[in-house]
DNA sequence: ACAATAGTGTCTGTGAGACAGTATCGA
DNA sequence: TCGATACTGTCTCACAGACACTATTGT
């Protein structure tokens, strides 16, 4: 908006802005990686009341003068040490009572990362973040803090569902890659086996090659292939 | 969250539910529905500052003791005398200063309906919403209301992609509907026209017979459908 | 009979699924 | 040479796309 007349200022001065119900507004962080095989998530593990001794997702408040995207940024930099890597908003959760210590509104995100950025960035903070393997905690009755079973159920179904139609799955990897690395990260996420060459058919038209290839194994060695840029998301 | 321990129930009343910036929470109404071979959307006019004279989405402020889906089913009774429509969830838009009175975080959510239910529960309230033709409001450089413009496009983008790949393109005819009829709302949704043998054999397994026909009409009359329920949903 | 719309049969091409084959490394 | 893994060729089958055909009403 541009300028505004003296209707409208005296408008925003008589404004009641007290008339409404207010909100603490909080970002809670679901970072996917691929770690042994393994689909992993960033947690933490409570030490205060509620749900003391939990884990439960990282999460920071929503400050009144920051974007919740710039909130998710700077949780996802706290936890991890990393900017730039991918994130998207999933949901928010408004039951009234899923803080017992007030009402607060859940943004969720979700952000995926390759194992060795995150490895490469592990710091002070990260001490006490766990790598937890997701599909095992679901699978068992560990009480997790708040809603954060729900949200992580959401979030894994999600996920899942991206998979299948878009590209979303090259975040989990290194910049340079190779297909049965790729293939392997499908299968994690899918929880299904693929075959080798329909795979490779599937992801031709995304992926290009680096011309180096994987050394010292006692095998046949395995091109690096990098993502193709110039490709429009579909989704 | 069963009973509490003192050492908890001390910590509630000790805990500063202050510390944390809040914010005015809003539900922004998607309502669309299907009228004269055209998407539309339920907008109303506004007749206050800001944005005086524009076209806005409804929308209602979220109650401290409720939930977000209370607050959107409330708002969708509140506009059109509807309950029980179907409805979900969008996105939550949370840009510094999308409303220049104050900092309100927006929850968006779509709801589908035919017009027809629509028409029949039109009252009172209704007379100052509108049926908004969406593609041409959006075509056109009309200013809308705060970012609504952007939550329209986002929401027409999601309703188009999820009419791909799910069912979700029934809640705009009614109960009983015909082939023709319901091929059509597919065709506006999606934007191109279908071929009859293909779409019927697309939806087949979602429909089943009534035994019903239309009547009155100067050529071969249409078989009337409902929506198979025993199917189990995709997405 | 004709106009108009409802509804069906069928050919084709594309792409996923399945599997068998070939290629290339270290030991 | 052999074990192990990387990579490729190709058959099949389901399904979407395209189009031509038949069916049934009112006038």
Redesign the pocket.
């Known amino acids: 908006m541009s300028e505004r007349t003296l209707e409208e200022k005296k408008y925003l001065e008589e404004y009641d802005a007290e008339q409404f119900d207010r909100f603490s507004v909080a970002v809670d962080l679901l970072t996917f990686t691929i770690e042994d095989d393994e689909l992993k998530v960033l947690m933490v593990r409570r030490d205060e009341f509620p749900f003391k001794g939990c884990l439960a997702l990282p999460g920071v408040f929503v400050r009144i003068d920051e974007t919740l995207d710039e909130a998710a940024q700077r949780g996802i930099q706290e936890e991890t040490g990393l900017s730039g890597i991918y994130y998207e908003q999933l949901y928010s959760w408004g039951e009234v009572d899923r803080d017992p210590r007030m009402r607060v509104l859940s943004v969720s995100y979700m952000s995926l990362t390759s194992r060795e950025a995150l490895a490469f960035h592990a710091g002070s903070r990260t001490q006490e973040a766990l790598l937890v393997p997701v599909r095992s905690l679901l699978a068992s009755d560990e009480t997790i803090a708040f809603d954060h079973r729900r949200i992580l159920e959401y979030a894994c179904w999600r996920l899942k569902n991206k998979v299948e139609y878009t590209d979303i799955a090259f975040h989990l990897v290194p910049e340079e890659f190779?297909?049965?690395e790729l293939q392997r990260v499908y299968e994690i996420l899918l929880e299904r086996p693929l075959?080798?060459?329909?795979f490779?058919?599937?992801i031709a038209g995304m992926i290009e090659e680096t011309g180096r290839y994987t050394e010292?194994?006692?095998?046949?060695?395995?091109?690096y292939y990098r993502r193709k840029r110039d490709i429009l998301q579909s989704f």
């Open positions: 190779t297909l049965p075959y080798k060459a329909n490779r058919k599937k010292g194994d006692a095998h046949r060695p395995s091109r």
